[in-house]
Structure formats: C-alpha cells, structure tokens
C-alpha cells in the first residue's frame, strides 16, 4: 500500500491542459510526494469513471469538458458555487462520499484581487460578453461580491436568457447588438467568449461608451495581451489578463487533495507563459 495522493486532470479530452504544469510545480516546490496526471474519461465511459472515481486510483481530480455537469450531478456534496451553477470542475473524496467544488469563479476573483487590489471596492453593474461555462462562473463570481446587475450579452440570446433566469433578477439578458446599450454603465467589462483567442476571430468591439475607471479584463490568455486589453488600456482602463484566473481556479484543488494551500508565483506564471509560448 502506498499513501501517495494521486490527482489528475480528467476530461475528453485532456492532452491540451496545462493544469499538470500548474499542480505538478506545486508538488515539487513544497516537496510534497504526490502525483498530478491526466486522465482521458470517454463520454461513454465517464458515468461510471465519476461514480466510482476511488476504483481509478485518485484522491481526487480536476474535472474539464465535457463532464463538469455530468460529475456534478453524481456529488454527494457540492461547494454554493458548484450548486450555483450546475457544475464541478474540482472533486475529492471524502470517507467515500463524492465531494465537488467549482473553483472557476474563485479563480476569476483571486486574479482581479491580486492583479487589481480594491477593484471591487466601488460596486455597480458588470457587462460579460459570453454565454457558455466560463460566464457562468464569472457571472457567479462576479454577484458574490455585490456586482448588480450583471448585463449578460451574448450572439445567442437564448443563452445569455439561460443564464438570468438560472441566476434570477440581478442577472439581465441581451443579444450582442445592445452592448452599446449597457456599457455606460459598466465598472467592470468580461470577455468570456472565444473571440480574440489565437486562431480565433477578433473581438470588435467599440469601447468609446465605457467608463474610464471601468476595469476589464479577458478570460482568454492566448494571447495574453488580447486586441480587448491593449485597446482598454490605450483609452486608460485598467486591464487585467486572463492567465491568473487559471492559475487561481487551481489553489483549492490543490489545498483539498495535498493538504496544503499554495501561492499563486510569479515562477509560476513564467513557467505556464514559457509553456503557452512554446506550443505557438
Ligand atoms: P466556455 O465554456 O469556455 O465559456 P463555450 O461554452 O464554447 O466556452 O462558449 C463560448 C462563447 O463564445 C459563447 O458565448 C459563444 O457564443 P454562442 O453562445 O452564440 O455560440 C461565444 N462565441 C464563440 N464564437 C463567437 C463569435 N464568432 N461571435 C460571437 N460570439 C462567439
């Protein structure tokens, strides 16, 4: 018998994800003897993968697409924000009962609280342009900390509509065309959508509406320095990248399975950007 503790990203599929560079940095800067792999769980396959997740040899293990909903709704416990949003992307073992947390949104406030301290000092309206997993989370993170209301706008308002009535009246639904509707009154502006990512379709955006002391910030981090940021902070916005949300999300994991919660370095993000920059 060995007591190592054993995690993994699990997924389908999982070979692009970065979190075994994040997680394994941590095991060794602490020298703590655990393992951090990654498992490719087959649609087919990951009902019974999740229920009977210590049959796999796992402590516990990160959850990516497209699980998360599934592996939430097999948990015998879910964190307020994994039960907010329907999904898990973080489970542990606890006495054999299935235990599942959703650090998405966690991670997206600890980059903001790192990156631009007191940004929530001054509440107000939030403006996410997105309507898929990751706005939710946003969109969870951002009502935690007294973001109201929350202006969804998304291509496909059905799901920006989705959204709202999951997150009830603080939450407000608009197809893409009304951006210039609500951004006046935005203190903060999200990018969660795909554009602006490399090889993806510019974000076009016209920024002219939004308030100087508006922070914005990208969930997309390839390129770091996404057409959004440069242009925010051409006009003076601050602007904040969205690589820390992913180091962030992987704090807790990490402090669940190994027992210690580690910090988020600038070796850290060096180590993840010397990794993006060679995948280019
Ligand atoms: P994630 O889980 O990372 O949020 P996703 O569920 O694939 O990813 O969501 C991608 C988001 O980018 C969606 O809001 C999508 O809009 P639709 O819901 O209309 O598909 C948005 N998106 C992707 N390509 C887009 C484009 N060319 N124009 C506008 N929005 C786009």
Redesign the pocket.
């Known amino acids: 018998m060995t007591d190592l503790r054993r995690s993994a990203i699990t997924g389908w599929p999982v070979a692009q994800s970065r979190s075994p560079l994040i997680q394994g940095y941590w095991l060794k800067k602490h020298g703590i003897a655990g393992d951090y792999g990654r498992v490719a769980v087959a649609p087919e396959d990951a009902e019974r993968f999740y229920r009977d997740l210590a049959a796999s040899g796992l402590t516990g293990c990160n959850v990516t697409v497209p699980h998360k909903e599934l592996a939430a709704s097999l948990c015998d416990w879910l964190d307020p924000a994994a039960t907010a949003m329907g999904a898990v992307n973080t489970l542990w073992l606890d006495n054999g009962r299935l235990c599942g947390a959703n650090t998405d949104g966690l991670g997206f406030l600890g980059n903001l609280d790192e990156a631009a301290p007191g940004w929530d000092k001054t509440k107000g309206a939030a403006v996410v342009l997105?309507?898929?997993?990751?706005?939710r989370a946003i969109v969870w993170a951002l009502l935690s900390r007294g973001f109201a209301p929350v202006h969804v706008i998304?291509?496909?308002e059905e799901?920006a509509k989705a959204i709202a009535d999951h997150f009830g009246r603080d939450v407000v639904a608009h197809a893409?065309d009304k951006l210039g509707t609500v951004l006046g009154q935005a203190r903060v502006l999200v990018n969660?959508?795909?554009?602006g990512m490399m090889g993806k379709?510019a974000l076009d955006i016209d920024l002219s509406g939004l308030p100087q002391d508006a922070l914005v910030t990208d969930a997309v981090y390839v390129p770091l320095e996404t057409g959004l940021l440069r242009a925010a902070r051409a006009r003076g916005n601050i602007a904040v990248d969205g690589l820390g949300m992913l180091l962030h999300q992987a704090v807790n994991g990490f402090e669940r399975w190994f027992g210690f919660r580690p910090e988020v370095d600038a070796e850290l993000r060096n180590l993840i950007l010397a990794d993006l920059d060679a995948a280019k």
Request: proline share 6%; net charge positive.
């Open positions: 997105g309507a898929g997993g990751a706005a998304n291509r496909t799901k893409w969660t959508t795909s554009l379709p």
